[in-house]
């Protein structure tokens, strides 16, 4: 009896001490910067990592993608992980001088977005959103297209919508309104919306989602959701801000598609590993993501493959 009690104590104590180099092994800080939409899901994934591996400060700052990316290129900052809410962000700006890859790990769709306070909100539907918004005593806002994917998606989204309702005039009708409620990145503008200084905004599904908001389902013909639209969506093109200043590039409509990637300089590499794994990981991470209404689209073709990380490859596949 006493053999086996001893040799539970000592099974124990392996596994006591297993259990802490592990979690010594994964400590110092991680920064991320990650797209606004991302804000609330990120912070469920990191409080569960942090249950794992509770010596890891997590340290993570939202803004737009495009303005998260600049500060990598343009300032300098030190970043573990970029987490963008458009994997294009990634491929056009960091790769392959500041990266070698990403994970396309999550989709979304554009909705409009409002609450109970709303003016017009008792009338508004899926079929009459694009005249409500017009009303002269209806103000909406959007995000800056120079700084979020939202932004310039929300360009895209209006273009589509000329088409398919039929309306010429309307996407110039509507860049022209409100400019003043225009702000860095979508979630900026949730404080105008619960102040009421404005009553709808171009946002996506799962912002609505996560804040329990109200918002109406726009056709799959113009949320840019449905990857089987994808020629439609190519339709729709607009103009932002390039790499360097005074150069301007062009984005096209497609299905959206969130990226993530590690720098290469990244600081702690280590932690920035076991974080996308298990960020990316269906169980866990992934699980979160969806709760927040953000599905998965986990595995999907890389055409940096080759240049994963071993521990990371299952979270994709070969191909464009």
Known sequence: MKKIVSLFILCCFFLCSFGQTKQA?????LIIFHA?????????VAAEFNKIYPNVKILMESAGSVASARKITDLNRPCDILASADYAVID???IPQYADWDIKFVT???????????????????KNWYEILLNKDVAFGRS???????????VLTLQLAEKFYKKPGLVKSYLSKDENYIRPKEVDLLGLLESNSID?????????????????SLPDQINLKNPALTGQYASAKTEINGKEPGKKEVVKGEPMIYGVTMLKNAPNKKVAIAFLKFLLTKEKGMKIMEKDGQPSVIPMPNPNYNKLPAELKSFAKPGK
């Open 25 to 29: 092994n994964l400590s110092g800080e």
């Open 36 to 44: 606004g939409s991302l804000s609330v899901p990120l912070k469920e």
């Open 92 to 94: 056009n700006m960091l």
């Open 108 to 126: 979304n769709e554009m909705a409009i977005v409002y609450h109970d306070k709303s003016r017009m909100a008792a009338k508004i539907n899926s």
């Open 144 to 154: 800056d297209p120079n700084a979020d994917p939202c932004g310039y998606r929300t």
């Open 200 to 216: 709808y905004i171009f946002l996506y599904k799962s912002v609505a989602i996560q804040h329990q908001l109200k918002y109406i």
